[in-house]
């Protein structure tokens, strides 16, 4: 059973591009959030997906937006990339039926922004 | 304003004693609480969680206590070992919010 998979696992990019964040969630699940982990943080969630709608979002500008597809993958996208986006971004996993909150994480993608 | 806090960056014990993590959250409204557990190059992973109608939750050798009257929940490893060493994040979140709110982690170092 594939657990939650990401691509790519590092990334630079020069401020100012763009970029897209892929992941796969474990197999059964639908709902597919996204977390931004800055050195020495906890993750901070982005936003969370499910039936191809951002049903949630945190506090982060709309240089952040997401899409989820008909497989229940999904992908980050970041606008005009600041230095201070340079983080782990990672993908989490759930079912949405689960009364409770488990979610299985990814590996994550490091990016680094220069 | 941080939501979840974990005000011990680092916690050292030795093979064999008791490893216990602290975790503080402000908001009421949180009624389920986990802990994961990060290694190097991997996301975090599941451990151990309680819902704010317990007061414990026990998993082998993982035990997870809830004061809600406090606001604070801790993790007890015993016996701790050499292979639990990596970083323990506390997590809250509100039943079907569809988000749980993360501590910045504590850094567990068994030594043998």
């Known amino acids: 059973d594939a657990g939650v998979t990401q691509s790519p696992t590092h990334l630079i990019k020069t401020r100012g591009q763009q970029v897209t964040l892929r992941c796969s969630p474990k197999?059964?699940?639908?709902?597919v959030s996204w977390y931004q982990q800055a050195l020495g943080q906890g993750p901070q969630f982005i936003f969370q997906?499910?039936?191809?709608?951002?049903?949630q979002r945190g506090n982060f500008p709309d240089r952040f937006s997401g899409h989820q597809f008909p497989n229940y993958s999904s992908e980050l996208n970041v606008n005009a990339l600041l230095l201070g986006d340079s983080a782990l971004y990672l993908c989490?996993?759930?079912?949405?039926?689960?009364?409770?909150?488990?979610?299985?994480f990814g590996p994550g993608t490091r990016l680094l922004v220069l | 304003d941080q939501q979840v806090k974990q005000n011990s960056p680092s916690l050292s014990v030795q093979e064999g004693r008791i490893s216990i993590l602290n975790c503080d959250y402000t908001?009421?409204?949180?009624?389920?609480f986990l802990w994961y557990k990060k290694y190097p190059a991997e996301g975090p992973t599941f451990l151990i969680s309680?819902?704010?109608?317990?007061d414990k939750n026990e998993d082998g050798r993982f035990t997870v206590f809830l004061n809600k009257s406090a606001k604070h929940l801790s993790l007890h490893i015993v016996p701790s070992q050499p292979g639990d060493s990596a970083v323990y994040f506390c997590?809250?979140?509100?039943?079907?919010?569809?988000?749980?709110?993360f501590g910045d982690g504590t850094t567990l170092t068994v030594k043998p």
């Open positions: 997906y499910y039936e191809e709608e951002e049903r």
């Open positions: 989490a996993s759930s079912s949405d039926f689960g009364l409770t909150e488990t979610q299985y």
């Open positions: 309680i819902s704010s109608i317990k």
């Open positions: 997590a809250a979140s509100e039943t079907n919010a569809g988000k749980s709110t």
């Open positions: 908001n009421s409204m949180f009624d389920y």
């Open positions: 197999s059964g699940h639908d709902t």
